[in-house]
């Protein structure tokens, strides 16, 4: 029998506190290879500030956390090395091309300028933009700009990839062929993890962790959630945790 892959996300009581005020209470998980695990809440609830404990963007106050096999305390270089990440509220500059973003972020991530180049083309290729290569930014449709900034945050093909709220405002086709992608790169061996808070989303997910007020509610597939609380669908499930019910 094979052995058991270790997760590569492992938090035990991770806990994220300014001054008075706790945004991340006690959080406990596991996140497995290759999974695309969704981390679901209202806006508030403490999945961003979660993210960025996770990625090295900030310190935890307390708990034990290891991504992609390194600690967040001591190795912080290392996890930022192993990861993608991607912010809807940030994620490529407008004001430059498209193969100019590619060549910077490539070059942030530690590709060779031949790496760079030679992804820089299937990159293009995957999504039809070859004739965008020297296009800006801003000329592109946002829904364009979402694929190709997910693309470029994998590029360096980590072993995780974190994506915080990565299809605010784009229209619900774009946002279906958003996930087309995310199921693509989960099947390489990537691991995706996902905020979000529109519940359809939350369907597409291996797992699911919701959150409240800074804490787990709930964690489970989608589908167990749904026999749990007795719902339809993912928005039911969210509004019955938020009534409490169960």
């Known amino acids: 029998m094979a052995a058991h892959t270790p997760p590569v996300i492992n ?28 981390f ?5 609830a403490g999945k961003t500030t979660a993210v960025r404990v996770l990625c090295g963007l900030s310190s935890p106050t307390s708990g034990q956390i290891t991504v992609a096999g390194y600690d967040v305390w001591t190795q912080t270089e290392q996890v930022k090395r192993s990861i993608g990440y991607m912010s809807q509220r940030f994620s490529l500059y407008e004001d430059i091309t498209v193969y100019e973003n590619i060549r910077l972020f490539g070059g942030i991530y530690g590709l060779s300028r031949r790496q760079i180049r030679e992804r820089a083309g299937e990159l293009l290729s995957r999504l039809g933009l070859e004739h965008q290569r020297d296009a800006l930014i801003a ?17 360096h093909r980590p072993g ?18 958003f996930w ?11 691991t995706v993890f996902v905020t979000t ?42 509004i019955k945790i938020a009534r409490k019910e169960i």
């Open 11 to 38: 938090v035990k009581e991770m806990t994220k506190s300014f001054g008075s005020f706790v945004a991340v209470d006690r959080l406990t998980f596991q996140v497995e290879k290759g999974e695309i695990f969704g």
């Open 40 to 44: 679901l809440g209202a806006n508030g």
């Open 139 to 155: 000329s592109l449709p946002l829904g364009w700009r979402q694929k190709l900034a997910f693309s470029i945050a994998i590029i």
């Open 160 to 177: 995780i990839v974190f994506l915080d709220e990565p299809t605010g405002g784009v229209d619900p086709i774009t946002r279906r062929q």
């Open 180 to 190: 087309d992608l995310i199921y693509e790169t989960a099947q390489t061996g990537i």
């Open 197 to 238: 808070h529109y519940m359809d989303e939350a369907e597409y997910c291996d797992r699911l962790c919701v959150m409240d007020e800074g804490r787990i509610v709930a964690m489970d597939t989608p589908y167990r959630l749904k026999q749990l609380y007795g719902a339809q669908d993912m928005n039911e499930v969210f």
